[in-house]
């Protein structure tokens, strides 16, 4: 099929129509020539201890020893890492890229029941966790596989004082639950005992498994989705091309709040700005926002990525537009739409535009984003990104005419390789010909810019009309009063489903008659809400997005 790529006539100066994917043939060898060229540069801080390049490369070579030498893990033996911000985990993920791993990335939140699934699904060998999740870990470790257990303390890595602040973490603050894992092994004995074996030699090529990177848990039992070395470095090369020009090799501070453990966090702020020599300032509690601000404060950031809930949120903290943001020059906004009103806030008093992209889990993450160079918000997710096709699709799979609304397609070499042992789940939105479904509804315009219109099952059908969640969701944050919303179908007699809209009021004095009049104001008859409820907060997933689907189902189980 003739692809028309009218995009590549609107790409910011410098940028490549193609990357080269053969540039490397692993993760493992991005890495190894970030430690070697920044080998004295800064690579990671947390609680005020900073861990340079040369250090990393290191400690991650005697985890790698760890693995192999001590533990006889084998190339794609599968590691669970359960972990948020802090510096351990830079050390066990590149320890097991290098020793020829598959990263099983395992969020610290998860349930018992959660973490069993995921676990058994991957067929994970070994796993290391915070000791205030191994309590969660101890429920469930004897009905899996799980052979190898390492587990370590917040303060682990940060000498002196780390042994202070586990004490505190542990019987001041009460954050780790009592748990007893008799055979496990602490990270720093893992370190010591991993020195002992050399880094193991291992062939690494562009279709050996990098990560089973776990996705779909908010639309049903999650999946691992398969993630190539080829993938990752492909992905790496395509947001580094992009951002690149607008870097400063060795000169970054990027602030990595969201957590790694992320697709978004892993690739942008754990590779692509490592492959840059920048310095990644890890966030372990980003919910604390004062504390936060406090970190920003301290960094001398130059970059910074989130969802919108983050930047909202910082945006209503205290002290936030006090800070100095004289270095800053990306702000990146993914994983979620990214709301005009906060946008335009963020302009206002950064003085930077929030900049935003789009990708999936599947896609490594990234295929879509906007030029750096945008002077204002403009409802885009962007351009497709180097080496990257996209298409609208009809319902009968056939690609639409530029200005189309239809199923947003894409197609690239960041275009993960399946769902983990589940060829019936990888059918459904892969095709033979490699592209993938990504269930958004969106549009192209003649530039080749893209915009969604919403997530397919989020979609809210008025009296056979369309309403998209993030429409109204946006006009609604327009409303200085609010604070947070979200818009879910709720079904109605008359006309199958009505807009409800949950809202977090930043003015409490705001009222339902005068919301519903903003609405009537700004959206036409069928997109206004018939029912508004306010709440004092919103249900969220790890990284801050708002779960539709939860209020959705709340609403069908009380009715």
């Excluded at 954050?175 to 690494?204: C, K, T």
């Excluded at 997109?527 to 959705?552: Q, Y």
Aim: aromatic residues 8%.
């Amino acid at each position: 099929m003739s692809i028309e790529r009218p995009w590549l006539a609107h790409y910011p100066e410098g940028v490549p129509a193609q990357i080269d994917v053969n540039q490397y043939a692993s993760v493992a060898a991005v890495v190894e020539e970030a430690f070697e060229r920044f080998r004295h540069r800064p690579a990671f801080a947390s609680f005020g201890k900073t861990l340079t390049y040369g250090q990393i490369d290191e400690l991650s070579r005697q985890f790698a020893g760890y693995l192999t030498g001590t533990l006889k893990l084998v190339k794609g033996d599968r590691v669970a890492i359960m972990m948020p911000n802090v510096l351990q985990y830079p050390i066990a993920l590149f320890g097991a890229l290098r020793a020829g791993l598959v990263v099983v990335n395992t969020n610290p939140m998860y349930t018992a029941r959660e973490l069993k699934h995921q676990l058994e699904d991957a067929g994970a060998k070994a796993i290391v966790v915070l000791d205030n999740f191994a309590a969660t870990l101890q429920q469930v470790v004897a009905e899996t596989h799980v052979q190898h257990i390492v587990t370590t303390g917040v303060g682990d890595m940060l000498g002196a004082k780390g042994a202070v602040m586990n004490f505190v973490v542990k019987h001041v603050k009460k954050m780790v639950p009592a748990f007893e894992i008799p055979h496990a092994v602490r990270f720093n004995d893992a370190l010591s005992q991993g020195a002992a074996h050399p880094l193991p030699s291992v062939q690494l090529g562009h279709d050996d498994i990098a990560f089973l990177q776990y996705t779909g848990g908010t639309t049903g039992v999650a999946k691992g989705a398969m993630l190539t070395h080829g993938n990752m470095v492909s992905n790496m090369l395509q947001a580094g091309a992009w951002i690149g020009a607008n870097a400063k090799p060795g000169e970054e501070v990027i602030i990595t709040a969201l957590p790694l453990y992320h697709i978004f966090s892993l690739t942008a702020n754990g590779l692509v700005f490592m492959r840059l020599g920048g310095l990644n300032w890890l966030i372990t509690n980003p919910r604390d926002m004062p504390g936060f601000v406090k970190e920003l404060k301290k960094s001398n950031f130059t970059a910074l990525t989130g969802v919108n809930t983050l930047f909202n949120g910082l945006l209503n903290t205290p002290g936030f537009a006090e800070l100095d943001f004289s270095r800053l020059h990306l702000s990146l906004g993914g994983g979620m739409a990214v709301q005009r009103a906060v946008a335009e806030r963020w302009k206002k008093v950064t003085g930077v535009t929030l900049v935003e992209a789009y990708g999936l889990t599947e896609t490594s993450p990234a295929a879509c984003m906007n030029p750096l160079d945008l002077t204002d918000y403009n409802g885009s997710i962007g351009l497709p990104i180097p080496s990257t096709d996209v298409q609208i699709w009809s319902e009968e799979n056939q690609p639409l005419p530029i200005g189309e609304v239809g199923e947003l397609m894409v197609h690239g070499p960041q275009v993960m390789k399946g769902y983990w042992q589940r060829p019936d789940e990888t059918a459904k939105v892969l095709g033979p010909d490699g592209w993938l479904h990504t269930g958004d509804i969106a549009r192209m315009d003649a530039n080749g810019y893209v915009y969604i219109v919403d997530r397919k099952k989020d979609m809210i059908l008025v009296s056979g009309f369309n309403v998209y969640p993030n429409e109204v969701e946006d006009v609604v944050m327009q409303h200085p009063g609010v604070a947070e919303v979200a818009a879910v179908g709720v079904p109605d007699e008359h006309s199958g489903e009505v807009v409800k809209l949950f809202v977090v009021r930043k003015d409490p004095k705001l009222t339902v008659e005068e919301l519903k009049k903003f609405c009537h104001d700004n959206l036409t008859g069928y997109k206004r809400p018939k029912l508004i409820e306010f709440r004092d907060a919103l249900p969220k997933s790890n990284v801050g997005k708002i779960l539709r689907r939860e209020l959705r189902d709340e609403k069908k189980s009380a009715a």
